[in-house]
Nanobody
């Protein structure tokens, strides 16, 4: 069993900042990629940012220059620093981990989601 626990969401004014955290725990052998996705009301879930075990990152065009993803591999934790937030960033943010478990099967896991609301 693998669990992803997110924290750090909340309500912030436009131009403000938030930092999301996601800790993975359980029967983990190695985590390949950790990432953040978001889903706004009436929209599809989209990739926000991802980071590999080697530290390579990928960002959605809409957040480049404003968001920074980082990872503590020893703690199996990923962070998303979000700056210069706009109301368009309002969504539920989900953590995702692409990993190999202790049974050596590869699978993808999701967190429960954390709400980010940016007021204008």
């Amino acid at each position: 069993q693998v669990q992803l626990v997110e924290s750090g969401g909340g309500l912030v004014q436009a131009g403000g900042s938030l930092r999301l955290s996601c800790a993975a725990s359980g029967s983990i052998f190695i985590i390949n990629v950790m990432g953040w996705y978001r889903q706004a009301p009436g929209k599809q879930r989209e990739l926000v940012a991802a980071i590999t075990s080697g530290g390579s990152t990928n960002y959605a065009d809409s957040v480049k220059g404003r968001f920074t993803i980082s990872r503590d591999t020893r703690k199996n934790t990923v962070y998303l620093q979000m700056n210069s937030l706009t109301p368009e960033d309002t969504a539920i943010y989900y953590c995702n981990a692409d990993l190999i478990g202790t049974t050596y099967y590869r699978n993808s896991y999701w967190g429960q989601g954390t709400q980010v609301t940016v007021s204008s």
